[in-house]
């Protein structure tokens, strides 16, 4: 069963404006990590963030890690249309494959 | 993007036909995975390889098949498709478990008529 499940399942903005997704797990993780995937194309690795980590940035994107509270948050700042895509979260734990979530579709809106 | 293929990449066949989908890479990663991609259940877990020859079911492996004779090759089997096996088929590949990045394929999407 999935572990990761992200919040909200879809969410459309304007461009320009800062873009939020959250992915709650249930059982303790070594990591996790988002994906985007564009329509139609395989996913593509953003980040990753470890269990001894609370903030983690790259470039636009901001992931922070609360693993009292189990979930984790993705913020896309000053989003582009070329943002439009699903993003997954994936949680890692010792030696086993990742366990990805359903996503959440954004739409950027220009 | 990384060295991996996907082939086919689209395939309409009937129930009950055997289907065998393949997934080449040229990194030389040890780990390969066969995901299923659904409308409401997001990436689930077919099966996976950890190396030539070994091999692991994952969360929904009922009516799959898989084998890795060669650390380039991991091929998916439907030995009996069926309509409930339509969907899209990405093959991933990783150096390592844990916190290794996987790398996508492009995907196949089958349809089982």
């Known amino acids: 069963s999935q572990q990761g499940e992200e919040d909200p399942q879809a969410l459309s903005i304007q461009e320009g404006e800062n873009a939020t997704m959250n992915c709650s797990y249930k059982?303790?993780?070594?990591?996790l990590q988002w994906y985007r995937q564009n329509s139609g194309r395989g996913l593509v690795h953003l980040i990753l963030i470890r269990s001894n980590e609370r903030e983690k940035h790259s470039g636009r994107l901001r992931v922070t890690l609360d693993t009292s509270k189990k979930s984790s948050s993705l913020l896309i700042t000053a989003s582009r249309a070329a943002d439009t895509a699903s993003y997954f979260c994936a949680t890692g734990s010792g030696n086993t494959p990742l366990v990805f979530g359903k996503g959440t579709r954004l739409s950027v809106i220009a | 993007d990384a060295g991996i293929t996907q082939s086919p990449r689209h395939k309409v066949t009937e129930t009950g036909t055997p289907v065998t989908l393949r997934c080449h890479q040229t990194e030389n990663h040890r780990y390969m995975y066969w995901y299923r991609q659904d409308p409401g259940h997001g990436l689930r877990l077919i099966h996976y390889?950890?190396?030539?020859?070994?091999?692991d079911k994952g969360e929904v492996s009922d009516g799959y098949s898989v084998s890795r004779s060669k650390t380039e090759d991991f091929l998916l089997t439907l030995e009996s498709a069926t309509s409930s096996q339509t969907s899209v088929y990405f093959c991933?590949?990783?150096?390592?478990?844990?916190?290794?990045?996987?790398?996508f394929g492009p995907g196949t999407r089958l349809t089982v008529l």
């Open positions: 991933a590949i990783s150096e390592g478990q844990g916190e290794d990045t996987q790398y």
């Open positions: 059982t303790s993780i070594n990591n």
């Open positions: 390889s950890y190396g030539v020859k070994d091999t």
